[in-house]
C-alpha cells in the first residue's frame, strides 16, 4: 500500500495586462496570489510542487523564497499555454504518478479539493479527472503519467483540455458541490468581487462545531503546568454537550497514563476520550489486515498495548506480516534487523508517528520518525504513517465520534503536524498560541489556521453561547 506520488504543476506565467501590475503578485490574506496557490498546493500535500513563472518572472520569483517548491522559468510564455505544460513536465520525475495543474487565479480552492481530485483519479483509475457542474467542467485537472506524453506534444496556446475528447473512455468527473469554490479572477472587476467576498467570524466557525478533536502538550499544559482555560474548557464541552478526542503523537504513553494527568489538574475524562498514534496505527491495521494477523512491534507499552487490544498477535520475528513502529527508546540493532526483513519479505510497513526528533532534557534526540527513516533506508520502503499530519489518526477520531469534518474542528499548538492534519481533511483548525509555535512561526509558515487563539481561554471566551 504505497502512497501514490501526486505531483502539483502551479501554471504561473501568463501575462495578465489589465491588472496594473502582474497579477501574480495580487494580494490575498496579505499573500501574494502565486505564493497563495502554491501554499495551498503544499498543505494538501502534493510533492513535488513545481512554479513555471514566465511574464515578470524577476518580479513574481521574490514572492516565493524559502518555499518547500521548485521555480522553473518559461521563457517562451509568449507562444501560449503548452510551453508552460512542457516546462512543468520536463522537471517531474519518474516517480510522479500523475500531477495536478493549478491555475494561478483560483484562489478559494482548498486542500480539501485537491485531495478529492486525488482520491477520485486512485479510486476511478482514470487517466484524467475533471472538476465537473451542470454539464460544465472546470479546473484544475489532474492528469495520470500516462498522458504525460501527450501533453507534451501540446503546441501554442492550447492546454490539457484539447486532450479531453481524444481520451473521453479515460476520464473521469469530480462533482462538484460548490463552484464558487472553481472561480477565477480573469478581470480586475473578477477579483475585485472575490476580495469583497463576506468573511467568516470566529462565532461563524464556532456556531456549528459539536465535536472536538484537541492535541494535548502545548493546549491542555505544558510539562507539569496546567495551561490557563483548561477547567473552563472541560466545562463548556460539559454545557454543549461537545463530542471530544484528546489526540497525541507520541505513542510510547497509555492513554490511561494522560487520564491520570487530567486528574491531577482537577479534570475528569475517561480513556475513551483519548487516542495516540499507536491507537491509530492499530484501528488502521485492524481495518486492513486479516483477523489475527501478525505483527512485529518496536516500541514501548504504548504500541504493544494499542495492538493488542485491536487483536492482532505480536509475534518475535522476520515472519511477521506486519511491522509497527513507535518510538521506543531501548532501541537494539537486532530488532531494527528483525523489521527490516519482515519488510523485505512483504510485510507492511507502519509507522506510528513522524516526528524525527523527541524532546529530551538535554535536547534533541532521534524521534520515531529517525526510525522510520532508517527502516526505510534498508528496505526502500515508504512506511504508512498513522500520526498527524497524515490522515489516519484524525479519521479514526473522528468514527471513535461519529462526527462529520464539517461539524469538528482541530485544536493545536503545532503548524506542521495538528493544523496541517485539520486543513488536509478539511476540518476547521484553531491554532493557540500556548504551546510550541508563535505568532511569527505563524506569519512565517505556508498553513493558515482558519482561527488563531492566545490559549484555550480565549477560546472558550470567543465561543459563541
Ligand atoms: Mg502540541
Given at each position: 500500500m504505497p502512497k501514490s506520488k501526486v505531483a502539483a504543476v502551479l501554471l504561473a506565467a501568463g501575462g495578465a495586462t489589465r491588472f496594473g501590475r502582474p497579477k501574480q503578485l495580487l494580494e490575498w490574506d496579505g499573500r501574494p496570489l502565486v505564493a497563495h496557490v502554491a501554499d495551498?498546493?503544499?498543505?494538501?500535500g502534493l510533492n513535488p510542487l513545481v512554479v513555471v513563472l514566465g511574464a515578470a518572472a524577476e518580479r513574481v520569483a521574490p514572492a516565493l523564497e524559502g518555499r518547500p517548491l521548485q521555480v522553473l522559468r518559461n521563457y517562451r510564455w509568449e507562444e501560449g499555454v503548452s510551453t508552460s505544460l512542457n516546462v512543468g513536465l520536463a522537471a517531474l520525475p519518474p516517480s510522479v504518478e500523475a500531477?495536478?495543474?493549478?491555475?494561478?487565479?483560483?484562489?478559494?480552492?482548498?486542500?480539501?479539493f485537491l485531495r478529492a481530485l486525488v482520491t477520485r483519479w486512485r479510486e476511478s483509475g482514470a487517466d484524467i479527472v475533471v472538476p465537473a457542474w451542470e454539464g460544465q467542467r472546470g479546473s484544475p485537472v489532474l492528469f495520470a503519467r500516462a498522458l504525460f506524453p501527450k501533453l507534451a506534444?501540446?503546441?501554442?496556446?492550447?492546454?490539457?483540455?484539447?486532450?479531453?475528447?481524444?481520451?473521453?473512455?479515460?476520464?473521469?468527473?469530480?462533482?462538484?458541490?460548490?463552484?464558487?469554490?472553481l472561480a477565477d479572477a480573469d478581470t480586475p472587476e473578477e477579483y475585485a468581487r472575490l476580495c469583497a467576498r463576506p468573511r467568516r467570524t470566529p462565532a461563524s466557525f464556532l456556531r456549528p462545531v459539536r465535536a472536538l478533536i484537541c492535541?494535548?502538550?502545548?493546549?491542555?499544559?505544558?510539562?507539569?503546568?496546567?495551561?490557563?482555560?483548561?477547567?473552563?474548557?472541560?466545562?463548556?464541552i460539559a454545557e454543549l454537550g461537545l463530542r471530544y478526542v484528546l489526540v497525541t503523537n507520541n505513542a510510547s504513553r497509555t492513554p490511561g497514563q494522560y487520564v491520570e494527568?487530567?486528574?491531577?489538574?482537577?479534570?475528569?475524562?475517561?480513556t475513551e476520550h483519548v487516542l495516540n498514534s499507536?491507537?491509530?496505527?492499530?484501528?488502521?491495521?485492524?481495518?486492513?489486515?486479516?483477523?489475527?494477523?501478525?505483527?512485529?512491534?518496536?516500541?514501548?507499552?504504548?504500541?504493544?498495548?494499542?495492538?493488542?487490544?485491536?487483536?492482532?498477535?505480536?509475534?518475535?520475528?522476520?515472519?511477521?506480516?506486519?511491522?509497527?513502529?513507535?518510538?521506543?527508546?531501548?532501541?537494539?540493532?537486532?530488532?531494527m534487523a528483525t523489521a527490516a526483513l519482515a519488510i523485505r519479505r512483504g510485510a507492511t510497513f507502519i509507522g506510528a508517528n513522524p516526528d524525527r526528533t523527541f524532546p529530551s532534557e538535554e535536547g534533541l534526540v532521534p524521534g520515531a520518525g529517525s526510525q522510520l527513516a532508517m527502516l526505510e533506508a534498508a528496505t526502500d520502503v515508504q512506511p504508512i504513517v498513522a500520526g498527524k499530519p497524515e490522515p489516519v489518526l484524525y479519521r479514526q477520531a473522528?468514527?471513535?465520534?461519529?462526527?462529520?469534518?464539517?461539524?469538528?474542528?482541530?485544536?493545536?499548538?503545532?503548524?506542521?503536524?495538528?493544523?496541517?492534519?485539520?486543513?488536509?481533511?478539511?476540518?476547521?483548525?484553531?491554532?493557540l498560541l500556548s504551546g510550541i509555535q508563535s505568532r511569527e512561526d505563524l506569519a512565517r509558515s505556508p498553513i493558515h489556521p482558519d482561527l488563531v487563539f492566545d490559549d484555550l481561554a480565549a477560546l472558550v471566551r470567543a465561543w459563541p453561547r
Open positions: 495551498t498546493a503544499w498543505a494538501t500531477a495536478i495543474f493549478l491555475q494561478v487565479d483560483q484562489p478559494l480552492i482548498t486542500p480539501r506534444q501540446l503546441s501554442g496556446d492550447v492546454g490539457g483540455r484539447a486532450l479531453f475528447a481524444a481520451h473521453a473512455d479515460r476520464l473521469a468527473t469530480l462533482p462538484v458541490e460548490d463552484p464558487a469554490l492535541d494535548m502538550d502545548g493546549v491542555l499544559w505544558r510539562g507539569n503546568t496546567p495551561l490557563p482555560g483548561l477547567r473552563d474548557f472541560f466545562a463548556l494527568k487530567l486528574a491531577r489538574f482537577g479534570v475528569t475524562t475517561t499507536a491507537q491509530a496505527a492499530a484501528a488502521y491495521l485492524a481495518e486492513h489486515a486479516a483477523p489475527g494477523a501478525t505483527v512485529y512491534p518496536v516500541g514501548g507499552a504504548g504500541v504493544r498495548e494499542a495492538l493488542l487490544a485491536r487483536g492482532l498477535r505480536l509475534v518475535e520475528g522476520e515472519t511477521a506480516e506486519h511491522v509497527v513502529v513507535g518510538w521506543d527508546p531501548h532501541l537494539t540493532w537486532d530488532m473522528l468514527a471513535r465520534m461519529g462526527a462529520t469534518p464539517e461539524e469538528t474542528l482541530v485544536i493545536g499548538d503545532r503548524l506542521d503536524t495538528d493544523i496541517l492534519g485539520g486543513l488536509r481533511l478539511g476540518l476547521p483548525t484553531a491554532m
